[in-house]
């Protein structure tokens, strides 16, 4: 077989096309994988709207079109390059799709997420030539990748639940930065989402002693409690109330920390939500606690800087996560300390990626996983 089926988006605000094109071939040090299910990103509608459309303006954050998307492949290995060494054909993994230049001071360092270059394949980022040399998303049936990018998995984790990979390396990359853990006191912002739910099982796998989990939704807050009842706590925010000291998400969260306040925060909401949102388990950390945000909310926020100094709070940005952390996931799935099950796929064959597009907005919070499965073409 020389020729694969590809989704590709050929015009701004046109469906997705098939198309018959070449099986790419890997270079010396990538291989070929064949994609058997790739989780879309319920933001991916989003990007490729707004950013193309500020492509006349703005840098060109897209890949040239046609563009084939897909952010969280899984699949087999079905070719290698000669100077690959550690992986071979047939192996079952995850390709992290986080590209670098591989030369700049960063990467020389051992910090690739922090490459000026760095690049999503399958989706956005900084380098056109990257994207050139990687242009197969997840939404076709082979795929190359550098062999730095596998995350092998292992055989208790399905393709379908390894598709939610992206999804819980996020939270779990800002979640080593803020040192959750056994002691702990966690509150996750948005924890019936999809950041927000992985967030909570990575918490619970990583020994976190309690649990707060706030949102909008009783009902899918109530599931996420229900989880680890003796860990979990949950609450739905008011929205009317005052953001602030008074605010009583605040009374709560030291109702359940001996006066203390939480010791760490992870924000999960998305983009549109609003600045109100996002500040108010600000208030709830305790004197030197610590908050890290990954759900990208775009309004901007007034902050208090006397009071971040006084109160000793740190506040930063966190963004993907290295294959290592994914190798980390991996095993705490294999040694069944990070339980996947609660996961609800959805699996669309890759002639209705375009229907799979549409229902993003039909799920269950966090729970539902929506997959294409390139294998079933048609």
């Known amino acids: 077989m020389t020729t694969m089926i590809a989704?590709?988006?050929?015009?701004?605000?046109?469906?997705?096309?098939?198309?018959?094109?070449?099986?790419?071939?890997?270079r010396a040090t990538d291989v070929l994988v064949e994609v058997k299910a790739c989780g879309i990103v319920p933001n991916l509608a989003r990007v490729i709207a707004n950013?193309?459309?500020?492509?006349?303006?703005?840098?060109?954050?897209?890949?040239?079109?046609?563009?084939?998307?897909?952010?969280?492949?899984?699949?087999?290995?079905?070719?290698?390059?000669?100077?690959?060494?550690?992986?071979?054909?047939?192996?079952?993994?995850?390709?992290?799709?986080?590209?670098?230049?591989?030369?700049?001071?960063?990467?020389?360092?051992?910090?690739?997420?922090?490459?000026?270059?760095?690049?999503?394949?399958?989706?956005?980022g900084r380098s056109q030539e990257i994207m050139k040399a990687y242009p197969y998303g997840g939404l076709c049936q082979f795929i190359t990748a550098p062999q730095d990018a596998l995350v092998k998995l292992p055989d208790n984790v399905s393709f379908e639940a390894a598709a939610r990979f992206g999804y819980l390396g996020t939270a779990y990359a800002a979640m080593k930065k803020l040192g959750v853990g056994p002691g702990q006191t966690f509150l996750v912002n948005g924890a019936s989402g999809m950041l927000g739910l992985n967030a909570v099982m990575l918490a619970l796998a990583m020994g976190t002693t309690k649990i707060l989990g706030i949102g909008r939704n009783k009902a899918l807050l109530n599931r996420v409690k229900a989880l680890s009842p003796q860990r979990i706590e949950v609450y739905a925010?008011?929205?009317?109330?005052?953001?602030?000291?008074?605010?009583?998400?605040?009374?709560?969260?030291?109702?359940?920390?001996?006066?203390?306040?939480?010791?760490?925060?992870?924000?999960?909401?998305?983009?549109?939500?609003?600045?109100?949102?996002?500040?108010?388990?600000?208030?709830?950390l305790r004197r030197g606690g610590r908050a890290a945000t990954v759900g990208g909310v775009s309004e901007t926020v007034s902050l208090n800087a006397f009071w971040l100094m006084t109160n000793r709070i740190g506040l930063q940005g966190?963004?993907?996560f290295t294959t290592g952390e994914g190798e980390d996931m991996a095993a705490m799935v294999a040694g069944g300390t990070l339980d996947v099950s609660p996961l609800e796929?959805?699996?669309?064959?890759?002639?209705?990626?375009?229907?799979?597009?549409?229902?993003?907005?039909?799920?269950?919070?966090?729970?539902t996983n929506f997959i294409v499965d390139p294998t079933r073409a048609g």
């Open 7 to 26: 989704a590709r988006i050929h015009k701004q605000d046109e469906p997705m096309k098939l198309d018959r094109i070449p099986i790419p071939e890997p």
């Open 51 to 124: 950013v193309f459309g500020t492509q006349a303006t703005g840098p060109r954050l897209l890949p040239p079109l046609p563009a084939i998307f897909g952010l969280d492949p899984t699949g087999v290995i079905a070719k290698v390059g000669d100077q690959v060494r550690s992986v071979r054909p047939g192996d079952r993994v995850y390709v992290n799709p986080a590209r670098k230049c591989g030369s700049c001071r960063m990467c020389r360092s051992g910090q690739p997420l922090a490459c000026p270059d760095f690049t999503f394949q399958g989706y956005m």
């Open 318 to 320: 966190s963004v993907w």
């Open 345 to 367: 796929h959805r699996i669309f064959p890759l002639s209705q990626v375009n229907d799979a597009m549409a229902a993003l907005n039909d799920r269950n919070g966090g729970f």
């Open 237 to 284: 925010v008011d929205e009317s109330a005052p953001v602030g000291l008074a605010d009583p998400l605040v009374a709560w969260a030291k109702s359940l920390t001996e006066s203390y306040g939480v010791d760490c925060s992870l924000d999960c909401l998305p983009p549109g939500a609003s600045a109100d949102a996002f500040m108010r388990p600000l208030y709830t």
